[in-house]
């Protein structure tokens, strides 16, 4: 039977060249500081299609001398992950957009355990992605124990929530369901989580199999007892935060690229249906803004 990290172990992607291009212009942005860079995201899939923007975590070995500035280091460090753009025109005339993610090695291990109370990253970790680049094969290894790590934290701050015997989808999508509901997201959180797992169901099923052991002939796996009510109630304080600290971590992205507060407003409007038009004012000093930003959107109930 496969263990989780054999599972993980198979999630690999070959970059197409156009990705590639982005990835070494990534790693000459931020020169020998990057560790590993990880694909992940709906276009999973679609690497190909160049009208896909790409999404990577890019995991550095410090903050500051990936950032080059104190207050830019500091507010990785305090609210992490720092957002950069990148847009790239290959010699083919293919205009491919990324947006990246920076987080230190150190923190994405932690992030993706229970020590971090918020699902944000061991809630994303657990899903399928890839590391597209590794500095070497420990930091790899390293990677692939991190997401080992996000499995088995979600499963068991999901289980709990659950009784008796439960399937794969059943197990996931409660999961994942409970985890979108603390961020920003314009979609159901009902109709993505059971689009996510059925389109993974080879993998979640193996997943589950490789925790639980072989299910019953229908496809049951029984869970083992757990304080119920506790779970409840981390999940309904991670909602309590989880939505604030998503805002935060949006608004603060806003500083880090040109165009970054129209970027950010369409993000936010896109997730809660709020229009937020940013003065010019707002768009020179973002950073600055943010406190403002972040009340006029929570008024308008861009958070709930």
Known sequence: MQTVLDIIKTETLDPPARVTEVMNIIQARHAGRVQAMVYYGSSLRELDNPEKMLDFYVLVDSYRKTHGTGLRALLNR?????????????PDGTVSTCKYSILSLKEFEKRCSARAFLSQVWGRFSQPCAVLWSKDQAVLERVWAGRVTAVETMISETAPLLDG???APELWGRGFYE????????ESSTGRSEEIVARFADRYAAITTAIFGPPDEEGRYVLRSNDKSWARRRWFFRRMFGKPAAAIRVLNSAATFDGGIDYIARKVENHSGVKLDPTPAQRRHPVLHSPFLFWKLWRKGAFR
């Open 78 to 90: 305090l609210i992490p992950p720092a957002v950069y753009y990148v847009e790239h025109s290959s």
């Open 165 to 167: 015997t439960i399937t």
């Open 179 to 186: 985890s979108y509901r603390t961020e920003l997201r314009p």
